[in-house]
């Protein structure tokens, strides 16, 4: 079975760039997450959707930060300009239902802003 | 406000024997999820083992085993037989209800576990 599926895994871009990242869920889960991971402050929620619908976003940095869901099996992260502080491994989760399911993670998005 | 706590940034463990990570957490709910995962130095994220709040019996996935104290609040993660391939960063993580009776996940720091041949 086919995990998240995250792209790309590498992103390379310089200051002021636009950055979109994309995640795939795993088919059948109606709840999507995506989680920014750094050193200084660990594993950040920044939005989820349930039913292709956000739900809270609270998480999001600024209004540079911006995310869709069009349709149950896409979704994108979209930063806009990119600054250097945006730099960090950015995470897609997936899972099903609202029960306590276990969220199953895409192999992240390694972003440098230079 | 729902706080996950693991207080031991690194821990080492000799090949073969048993190691436990520590997780403690903090909730006003009734309903709530443990859940560990690992993340290896490749980067990905995981999933080993789920506790719900209401279980009674302990969860055990092959090699680990979650030793769930309800009323201590804990959740530690009980790897038997270390492997060279376990050294990682593990995290606990706690679902909650927020907005829209959907769940979310928050984290601990996690903690560095590094097996020693």
């Known amino acids: 079975d086919a995990g998240v599926i995250q792209s790309p895994r590498h992103e390379v871009t310089e200051m002021g760039q636009e950055v979109t990242l994309r995640c795939k869920p795993i088919?059948?889960?109606?709840?999507l997450f995506w989680y920014r991971q750094t050193m200084m402050r660990g594993l950040e929620l920044l939005i989820y959707?349930?039913?292709?619908?956000?739900?809270?976003d609270s998480g999001m940095p600024e209004d540079r930060f911006s995310a869709k869901m069009p349709n149950a099996s896409f979704s994108t992260l979209k930063i806009q300009p990119s600054e250097p502080r945006d730099s960090a491994v950015y995470f897609c989760?997936?899972?099903?239902?609202?029960?306590?399911?276990?969220?199953?993670f895409g192999d992240g998005t390694r972003l440098s802003i230079l | 406000a729902q706080k996950i706590t693991q207080t031991q940034p690194g821990m080492f463990v000799q090949e073969k024997e048993a190691v436990t990570l520590d997780c403690t957490y903090d909730?006003?709910?009734?309903?709530?999820?443990l859940f560990w995962y690992k993340q290896p130095s490749s980067g990905e994220m995981i999933f080993l083992i789920y506790?719900?709040?209401?279980?009674?019996q302990n969860a055990t996935e092959g090699r680990y085993s979650l030793n769930f104290q309800k009323a201590r609040k804990s959740a530690n993660l009980v790897i038997s037989a270390s492997q060279l391939g376990d050294s990682a960063m593990y995290f606990c993580?706690?679902?909650?209800?927020?907005?829209?009776?959907?769940?979310?996940?928050?984290f601990g720091s996690g903690t560095q576990l590094t097996v020693l041949p």
């Open positions: 088919s059948g889960h109606n709840s």
């Open positions: 993580a706690m679902s909650f209800i927020s907005s829209g009776s959907a769940r979310q996940l928050t």
């Open positions: 909730t006003s709910d009734q309903s709530y999820g």
């Open positions: 506790q719900g709040s209401y279980d009674e």
């Open positions: 959707f349930n039913n292709n619908v956000p739900i809270d």
């Open positions: 989760a997936s899972s099903f239902g609202t029960n306590n399911q276990p969220q199953h």
